[in-house]
């Protein structure tokens, strides 16, 4: 009986190990309708398993390493989301100063115009 529960130990640990080696490339999603990328720089675990999701949700082309379009790049925010640090990059179509506003007052982001 150790011996089984000492190998489900070591399986346990390998699993741990190898999903958290994937967490070391940036990851993003393009939602072109909604005029922004969502993008992970350092993506946690959580953020691995859930920007693929809500990038299918939204339609959106998502790419691992992150490559948000510099085309029609207006500005982005920088914060801290509940499930790990996030850049929202906002294109040609959104207001700015009403996404600067939010990203300042509600997401207690920076908001930059540098890409």
């Known amino acids: 009986m150790k011996t089984i529960v000492t190998s489900l130990l070591a399986l346990t640990f390998v ?3 190898c999903g958290s080696s994937k967490s070391g490339a940036s990851i ?12 992970d720089p350092t993506p946690t675990a959580a953020q691995l398993d859930n920007l693929p999701v809500k990038c299918s949700s939204d339609s959106g082309e998502y790419l691992q390493p992150a490559k948000c379009p510099q085309t029609g790049f207006i500005g982005k925010c920088t914060f801290s989301a509940a499930d790990g640090p996030e850049v929202d990059r906002f294109y040609t179509g959104v207001d700015p100063v009403y996404q600067q506003s939010f990203c300042e007052t509600v ?9």
């Open 15 to 17: 699993g741990v190990g």
């Open 28 to 39: 993003s999603c393009y939602v072109a309708n909604q005029q922004i990328c969502y993008e």
């Open 107 to 115: 997401a207690l982001g920076t908001w930059s115009t540098t890409f």
